[in-house]
């Protein structure tokens, strides 16, 4: 699995805001990334989706808890001013 640190910044606000989940459109502005983004994270289990209307909702999964937790051990340099 390859993450960028925009990856991560996206799965700490994602496991920050819990249960709640946020809007895609709000996470990632542009339309062609945002797709591909969601899409990239979903498929290696970090986040899960749920579409409503025109929209999608994302939430990070048990295992983007986990991995944040393991990269706050190891590599905080990652998660800093993020």
Request: proline share 1%.
């Amino acid at each position: 699995m390859v993450l960028l640190k925009s990856h991560v910044r996206i799965l700490k606000e994602l496991v920050r805001r819990g249960d709640r989940g946020m809007t895609a459109s709000k996470l990632i502005a542009k339309r062609e990334y945002r797709t591909k983004v969601i899409k990239y994270l979903e498929s290696e289990g970090l986040v899960r989706v749920t579409y409503s209307g025109g929209g999608m909702r994302v939430y990070a999964t048990e295992r983007a808890r986990k991995l944040l937790e393991r990269l706050e051990k190891e590599k905080p340099e990652l998660l800093v001013n993020s």
